[in-house]
């Protein structure tokens, strides 16, 4: 089974570029995670969905930051306008819901560079 | 907030021998879950071992186990018989019993095995 994809796998862009970053969770999953993981500020959590709905964006660092989930097996973070202080790892991660411990299964992640 | 805490930013240890890994956590929550993580240099993320609240009984994963200490809010992880691939970070996580809800992590802990 193919797990958590993401795409870009590398990104290197210019300050004041868009940047898209992509996720295709698990089939049959129901739950989305993005998250961000900086030498600075460690593993954080940006936003979840549930059922495609955004839950929690509370971790969101500002408004230059935008998340999608426009089906069950597609989500976006956008990022307009990047700033040098977003370089960083982004993860996205995958869960099924209701079934105990919900373990939440990550993707490889998009390392993003922005000069 | 929920917040987790690694004391030990490097730990190094000798092949063949045991280390242990320091995490606290703050909560007041009655329910929740624990997990520890490692993160080779490949960067993927990957899920050791974890805990529920509401279980007395210490995780076991081969030579993985952790001492769960609900009370003193404490959730060390013991690796035995280190080895060479067991080299990477480890961060302790803290998720909510309430439902598909986010990882909160400590800052990691390097972990360095000498031959």
């Known amino acids: 089974d193919a797990g958590v994809i993401q795409s870009p796998r590398h990104e290197v862009t210019e300050m004041g570029q868009e940047v898209t970053l992509r996720c295709k969770p698990i089939?049959?999953?129901?739950?989305l995670f993005w998250y961000r993981q900086t030498m600075m500020r460690g593993l954080e959590l940006l936003i979840y969905?549930?059922?495609?709905?955004?839950?929690?964006d509370s971790g969101m660092p500002e408004d230059r930051f935008s998340a999608k989930m426009p089906n069950a097996s597609f989500s976006t973070l956008k990022i307009q306008p990047s700033e040098p202080r977003d370089s960083a790892v982004y993860f996205c991660a995958s869960s099924v819901e209701g079934q105990g411990y919900n373990e939440q299964f990550f993707g490889p992640g998009t390392r993003l560079t922005v000069l | 907030a929920q917040t987790v805490t690694q004391s030990q930013p490097e730990m190094s240890v000798q092949e063949a021998e045991t280390v242990t890994l320091s995490c606290t956590y703050d909560?007041?929550?009655?329910?929740?879950?624990l997990f520890w993580y490692k993160q080779p240099p490949s960067r993927q993320m990957i899920l050791v071992i974890r805990q529920e609240a509401y279980k007395q009984q210490n995780a076991t994963e081969n030579r993985f186990s952790v001492n769960f200490q609900k009370a003193a809010k404490s959730f060390s992880l013991k690796i035995s018989d280190s080895q060479l691939g067991d080299a990477a970070m480890y961060f302790c996580a803290y998720r909510g019993g309430g439902g598909a809800d986010g990882l909160t992590f400590g800052k990691g802990t390097h972990l360095i095995i000498q031959p």
């Open positions: 969905f549930n059922n495609n709905v955004p839950i929690d």
């Open positions: 089939s049959g999953h129901n739950s």
């Open positions: 909560t007041s929550e009655s329910d929740y879950y």
